[in-house]
């Protein structure tokens, strides 16, 4: 069953998340509520093997009425520290604080306040023999226990929630869940940091790595209250910075000084062997709570692939749990922090992320955590970009879609396979043929044309003229089209390709071409970015082993690009982009094939001249699903 909601009514947009000098106002106000309203207390809660995690406990002044617990672990710190500083923001949103929870937030161990050593993205230990055989799982388990003893006021119940980093740390702790713990939101949950965040199918995100790792993942001697060293970048311009530092050894001599833990133990694994394998925890995902909502946004930078992964997993591995999935036009934890409606120049026609809190998150903990007679969520609550529609599914991704492929064709085509399974060329394109471009690693394709140093929160729905101009990003769309085209699910990306050097990276872009204008409008012409993905072409059969390429060799690639649901309107086109270089968003390949990619010298650095071949033997093509409601 599918349901389309249009939303007309505004919602309270809840005042933490308001803008300038209003925003510092409001925040004020916030705080104040929940001094007045809350007690603070704070734990070292101890753990199985003796080791004390620091743990903030906000109990309702109201002892009128027992409340469930609520709980947030992070490594990103439970300031303000001190029971008599209170924070402007407890909770998800304004509304679980005015709803009434018992609020619990935590320092993961190994962090701030905390005790113990911190193991980023802590491998699951399935089997716990000893005390000392302690994971986020058991972590979880035993600060629930200690909480359900020690906590006075509580109805028994527990959930937890968290975005991006907690959200991992929410996902970790269902794992054989707590029987207390009932309902449990994993947000842009890290799911395998292999795909997630700095990697994409073994494409390493620099900019994002190197901010993100820059500032919070310096070695700690001690339990500390003090807030992380946020790196000082010596330019904005991060195309330049990246750039003329050169290689990857260069940038950690150079701006990291060799002292950021994770990165070199990444740059000492640049396949997916051991190190990254039991950092995934989807294969983990068993016996988890009862209500289980995994929340994201299409244009989450950073986790949208834990996001779905996670999803797929519970669903695949717990039957019976009642799992649901929540999708917004949001950036990454957009939901909770913006309005949601708008990314930067596209528009979203309304309050997106404050319907959400209001009616979506807040149901869902008052109905698993408190019995509230209010409908259980849909199986999938997804948002129709293109449509800026609401839309509910009893599955995703949905039953109702036909799998359709794309092929490019000369002239910069892009044509529907035809439906007897013919994939073979069109009139031209006969045996052998290709388009063409040179890729210079020393003049790479910018990711942006803004001038950043970081990953831009909106580049995933940035206008993409300024890379089709490009002599080096070559580029194909559809005719016009007709009517109404809805593309639901995930995307394969099937590529047969060659390359004068020995290795190269592929980059491919799905995008939704406006129609021009007679009158200038802010969308006249736009080249929206529905999706994206980065594959290291050394991976295409092994991401363990990597292989070169055979110079001029035609060779299959194929690799997912994640989940839309997105609506390409009539008098619009679908065009697809596909490039090598995506600077400084990815790193540079060499495309020159050597074992560590990470220390690649200049010398390695070569220009090598790319195909895509589009021939009946090597055609290279997209599998999409289209939705068949119009």
């Not at 709980?71 to 924070?87: F, I, L």
């Not at 359709?404 to 031209?428: F, H, I, P, Q, Y």
């Not at 390429?549 to 065009?575: A, S, W, Y």
């Not at 070569?606 to 068949?628: E, I, K, N």
Request: with cysteine; glycine share 6%.
């Amino acid at each position: 069953m599918k349901h389309i909601v249009r939303i007309s009514l505004l919602f309270v947009v809840p005042v933490a998340w308001t803008s300038g000098g209003a925003a510092a106002q409001d925040a004020q106000q916030l705080e104040s509520y929940i001094r007045l309203h809350y007690s603070k207390h704070e734990y070292m809660v101890p753990m199985r093997d003796g080791v004390k995690l620091f743990t903030s406990v906000f109990v309702p002044r109201d002892a009128t009425r027992k409340y469930p617990i609520l709980m947030k672990r992070t490594p990103y710190s439970c300031a303000p520290y001190g029971e008599d500083k209170y924070p402007a923001r407890v909770g998800p949103s304004e509304h679980f604080v005015k709803a009434g929870y018992i609020f619990v937030n935590q320092d993961v161990r190994g962090r701030f306040a905390s005790e113990g050593e911190f193991v980023q993205v802590t491998p699951h230990r399935p089997n716990k023999n000893k005390p000392t055989d302690t994971d986020e799982s058991s972590d979880t388990r035993d600060t629930i226990d200690w909480l359900l003893a020690h906590v006075p006021g509580h109805n028994g119940r527990v959930g937890m929630y968290g975005i991006s980093y907690p959200g991992f740390y929410a996902a970790a702790g269902m794992i054989d869940a707590h029987p207390a713990l009932r309902a449990v939101s994993p947000q842009a949950p890290v799911g395998d940091w292999f795909f997630d965040d700095f990697l994409h199918h073994g494409t390493f995100f620099l900019a994002h790595a190197f901010r993100w790792l820059s500032s919070n993942d310096h070695a700690r001697t001690s339990p500390t209250t003090e807030p992380v060293r946020q790196f000082v970048y010596p330019t904005p311009d991060g195309y330049k910075m990246f750039l003329e530092a050169g290689s990857i050894e260069n940038i950690n001599r150079l701006y990291l000084k060799d002292t950021i833990p994770f990165w070199n133990d990444m740059m000492q694994h640049p396949n997916r062997d051991e190190f990254w394998q039991k950092r995934a925890l989807m294969p983990h995902l068993k016996n988890v709570a009862p209500a289980v909502m995994v929340v994201t946004g299409w244009y989450d930078a950073e986790d949208l692939y834990g996001s779905f992964k996670t999803y797929q997993s519970i669903e695949a591995k717990n039957p019976r749990v009642n799992n649901v999935l929540v999708v917004g036009p949001w950036h990454h934890g957009g939901w909770a922090s913006v309005d949601g409606d708008r990314l930067g120049n596209v528009p979203f026609g309304s309050k997106t992320a404050a319907f959400y809190r209001a009616e979506i998150e807040l149901p869902f903990f008052e109905k698993y955590l408190k019995n509230q007679e209010v409908p259980a969520p849909a199986e999938a609550t997804v948002f129709e970009t293109g449509a800026n529609v609401w839309r509910t599914f009893e599955r995703w991704p949905p039953r109702s879609i036909e799998t359709k492929s794309l092929l490019v064709r000369a002239g910069g085509k892009l044509e529907w396979a035809s439906t007897n399974g013919d994939r073979g060329a069109s009139r031209g394109d006969s045996a052998g043929h290709w388009d063409e471009f040179v890729s210079d690693p020393n003049r790479p394709v910018p990711y942006t044309e803004t001038i950043t140093p970081r990953m831009t929160i909106e580049y995933m729905t940035d206008d993409q003229r300024f890379a089709a101009r490009r002599p080096d990003v070559l580029v194909y769309q559809t005719d016009v089209l007709a009517e109404d085209l809805v593309l639901a699910g995930p995307i394969q990306a099937d590529l047969w390709v060659s390359t004068t050097g020995t290795d190269a990276d592929w980059i491919v872009k799905l995008i939704d071409v406006h129609p021009d204008a007679p009158e200038p409008t802010p969308l006249a012409g736009y080249q929206m970015m529905v999706r994206s993905e980065s594959f290291r072409g050394r991976f295409r059969n092994d991401y363990a082993n990597p292989e070169a390429f055979r110079p001029n060799e035609p060779t299959r690639v194929r690799f997912e690009l994640l989940d839309v649901l997105h609506r390409f309107r009539k008098g619009h086109r679908l065009m697809v982009q596909i490039q090598s270089t995506w600077f400084p968003l990815v790193d540079r390949n060499p495309q020159t094939f050597v074992p560590n990619i990470y220390f690649a010298k200049p010398e390695d650095f070569r220009m090598a001249t790319h195909r895509v071949h589009r021939s009946a033997a090597h055609p290279t093509s997209f599998t999409v699903g289209v939705f068949g409601d119009r």
